[in-house]
Each structure stands twice: as C-alpha cells, then as structure tokens.
C-alpha cells in the first residue's frame, strides 16, 4: 500500500514552486487492455533529456537505452495490449527553467507519462511538476538522494548517490571504526561528495575527513602528503576537469595507492583513458558497464544497440528500465495514473542489471552495483568486473524514516 512519505531527504534542495494552471489529463478511454491498435486510445510519454548542453552524452546513452528497452518490453511492436505509445523527445539542454517549460508543454498537450533528465537539478524539478499536476514521473540518470520519496508520483529509473557511495565503502567491508578522507576539489561537487560520504559511510560508523582543493589547483604533492598524514582506512576521490591527469599522478608518485584502497566512481565509455598509468591501480564503483552483468536481459540490450550503432555505456540501464517501467505501468495500471503508480510500486522484475525492485515505501530502485578494475587492452583500458554488490547491501534507508 502507497505512503506518503512525512520528510524528504537532507539533501533535497528547496525548489521554486513552479504551478500549472488547470488539472492532470485523464488516461482516455481503452480499459485495462485489449482492443485494436486503430481503435484503443493511445498513450502519450514524454521524454525530456539532455540532447545539447555538457551532458549531451549522457542523454544520449540514455536514449539508446530507451529504444531498447522500449522494443524489448513491447516485442518489437511499440504498443501495450494494442495502445501505441507516443514518444515525444524534448531537450531539456541541461537546464532546468528549460526541462519545466517544455514538461508543461508536454501536460498541457494532454501527456500523462514524463520520463528522463540526467541532471539532478531538473529531475527534482520535474518532480514537483509531476506532483502538481498527477502525472506520472520517472527520472533517469540524475543520481540525487532527493528524488527518492519525494512524492508519490515520482520514480527512478538509475542508481542514486546513496548507492555509489555505499558500493564504495564496500572495498573495506564494515565501516565502522574505519577512517575514510575524501579527496575533492572545493567546490559544490566537491563538498556535496564530501556530505555524501559522510552521511552513507559516517552514518556507519566510519570517521570521515575531507581534503579539499582549490579548483584552479595544479600542484597536488602537499594534498597527497596531508593523505598519507591522515593515514585512512579508504580514500574516496571526487574529481573532474582538466586537472585529473596530474591528479592522478601525484597521487601515485607520492605513494597514496601503497597505503589503502583509492576509490572512484567509473563513469562512461569516453573517460577509461583519462586515468593513465594510475587507472591500473584505482578501486572503481561502478553503476554499469558493457557486460557487467551478463544477464539475457543484458545481451538482448546490447544486440538492440549494436544493430542501432550504438555501445552499451554507462546510463544505458537507466533507459532500458525507464523503458520497461512504462510499460509496465501502462499494461497493469489502466486507466488512471494512481493505477499506474499502484502497478510499479513493489514491483520486481528481470533487468539489465539482474533483478530489480522498484520499492513500494519511497520509489528506491534496489539494484545491484558493481567493484570495477581496469586493465589495459592493447592501446585501449577497459573495464573488468571484480565483484557484484548484492542490492540489499547498498539499499539505501527508507526516505523519512
């Protein structure tokens, strides 16, 4: 049974109430199922996503591992029990003023299923959308902690920070008693990791400690030393930009990986080489890669991209099984979108990544994750599985309990 979450998150940010003028569209006509596809009432989804902007990329993925998963759920036919689903892709540019005026355009054209954004600020965005005018809304690749429980309307299709962060402290087993710095750029990234690990893995009772950097930074030997000082049990690294490189490298000359595992997340197919020699030596957590899994589900997904020319990368999961939830909804939820919420809440299903639970109490999508290596291939570093995290390890608490 559905509850209403009290609290949301720490970390949820307040957001702008942004209101929409009249009420949520109904689901037209076509019962539960069944029917001709010329005569049953379509179904309209909105897909809203990164096509432009820094992480056009990532949008991209996503869409690939939409389509695959739209024709695998569907059979090839893109319909449910003889409704078509209508897909409209919209570009959100990485913006969330943006993502919310096409969402209402969206609404107010009468459709009753959003989904996508790799972009936290927009998926909470979106959310609040979602619940103002009841429709239904699954978020992708955004991996932010407040999108779970926020409100009933509001899925996930992807992993969120709570997951990487719990997959990381799984390198040292229990976390209690352990010492975990964060290393960081000071910046909102670099301190919101730093309150990640401090949460999930202090939380567990580790002692966690940040060294933080300057991001225009390009002499890294004096962090390095106040590492080795620090003497941790587990060095967490939330990096990006120019400066990984050399990062990278003075964390190695400086004798950094000798003392306690150095952890990272793995992220797509583009950065394998950006670690140089270090990336022999770097612990990654790891939300997917090419074969990770080697599930049925995962090969169909990745025969489906490869016919496309496409390659399975990092947020392909996360359109697959937006692609799956959908139509979940539509075939067992009728004709309203309570009906639809009802159908996906508690649901566990075959998945790219193996079994996955959509959780009735807070929408928390309970996956498994990954410990990563990667090894060189010729000229090429490419990613090998070390270990796959059991779900309920890095299941993250119950939102507002």
């Avoid at 902007?53 to 869409?63: H, K, N, R, V």
């Avoid at 000071?186 to 300057?214: I, R, Y």
Wanted: net charge negative; with cysteine; aromatic share 8%.
């Amino acid at each position: 049974m559905r509850t209403t979450p009290t609290h949301r998150l720490a970390a949820v940010a307040a957001i702008a109430a942004l209101a929409l003028t009249g009420c949520a569209p109904d689901l037209a006509g076509g019962g539960e199922g069944g029917g001709d596809a010329s005569t049953a009432a379509a179904v309209s989804v909105g897909m809203i996503t990164s096509q432009t902007g820094p992480l056009a990329a990532y949008g991209e993925a996503y869409t690939a591992g939409f389509e695959a998963g739209l024709d695998y759920a569907t059979d090839g036919t893109g319909a449910v029990d003889g409704r078509e689903i209508e897909i409209t892709w919209a570009d959100d540019q990485g913006n969330p003023d943006t993502a919310v005026a096409k969402a209402k355009d969206l609404i107010g054209q009468g459709t009753q299923i959003l989904a996508g954004t790799v972009v936290s600020g927009i998926a909470t965005s979106l959310a609040e959308q979602a619940e103002q005018n009841r429709v239904l809304y699954i978020s992708g690749p955004a991996a932010t902690d407040a999108v779970t429980g926020v409100n009933d309307y509001t899925f996930r299709s992807g992993r969120q920070t709570y997951q990487d962060v719990a997959t990381a402290g799984t390198f040292i087993g229990d976390p209690a008693g352990k010492k975990v710095v964060v290393f960081a750029q000071d910046t909102a990234f670099g301190q919101g990791n730093l309150a990640g690990v401090q949460a999930v893995l202090g939380g567990q009772g580790a002692t966690v400690e940040g060294v933080l950097v300057a991001e225009d930074a390009t002499e890294f030997t004096p962090f390095a030393q106040q590492i080795l000082q620090a003497a941790p049990d587990l060095v967490f690294v939330a990096w990006a930009g120019a400066s990984s490189g050399a990062m990278w490298t003075s964390l190695a000359q400086q004798g950094v990986f000798d003392v306690a595992p150095v952890v990272t997340g793995l992220g797509d197919v583009s950065t394998y080489g950006a670690y140089g020699e270090a990336g022999a030596s770097i612990s990654f957590l790891n939300h997917y890669f090419g074969g990770a899994s080697g599930t049925d589900v995962e090969a169909a997904m990745i025969a489906s991209l490869e016919e496309a020319g496409a390659t399975p990368d990092l947020f392909s999961p996360d359109g697959f099984v937006a692609a799956q939830m959908i139509v979940h909804a539509i075939r067992e939820g009728g004709d309203t979108v309570d009906g639809m919420i009802d159908a996906l809440e508690g649901w566990t299903f075959e998945s790219v990544k193996g079994e996955i639970t959509v959780r009735a109490e807070d929408h928390a999508l309970i996956q498994p994750m990954y410990q990563v290596k990667l090894v060189q291939d010729g000229a090429n570093w490419v990613p090998e599985l070390v270990d796959t995290v059991d779900a309920d390890e890095v299941a993250p608490p119950v939102a507002g309990e």
